[in-house]
C-alpha cells in the first residue's frame, strides 16, 4: 500500500477567503462599533454616569493608540496619549476617593482626540494586523512593562 499525504484539511472554513478576510482592511461597520463603544463611555463619564467598564473601554482605547504610535502608525499620537492617560490616572484617583468618575475638561479633550487617531490608525492598517496589535498591547500590559501605570 502506498504512503498517504497527512495534509490538514480547512472543510469547515475556506482558507482562501480567511486570508483575504485577514489581509484586508477592517470593514467601516465593525469599525464604527468601536467608536460607538468609545464614545458611549466617554459620554457617560462626562455626564457622571460611568462605570468602571467605561473607564476600562477608554484606557483600552489608549493603550492600543499608544502602542500602535510607538511601533509607527500615527507617532503623532503619543502626546495625545501622554494627557489621556494623566487624565484617565485622575480620574481613577478621583473615584477612589468619591466613587464618582470626573473627567475635566482638558481631559475630555484629549480623549475625543484620541478617539479620532485611534479611528485613523485602525482604519489604516489590515485587521491581521490590528489583532496583532490588540495582542501585543495584551502581552505588554501583562508583563509589566516600564511604562505600565498599575493602580490599586
Known sequence: MRKRTKRKMWNLLDPIQHAVVGAAITPRPTLDKLRFMEYSALEAITKG?????????LVDVMNLSEVMGKAGIGPEVLPICEKAQEALHKAAMHYQKTMRLVLDSQGIQALRDLIEYADLQQGSISRSEFEKYVKKTRDYIKSNGDRVVEIV
Not at 49 to 57: E, L, Q, V, Y
Request: proline share 0%; charged share 20%.
Open 49 to 57: 454616569n460611568g462605570t468602571i467598564h467605561d473607564w476600562r473601554t
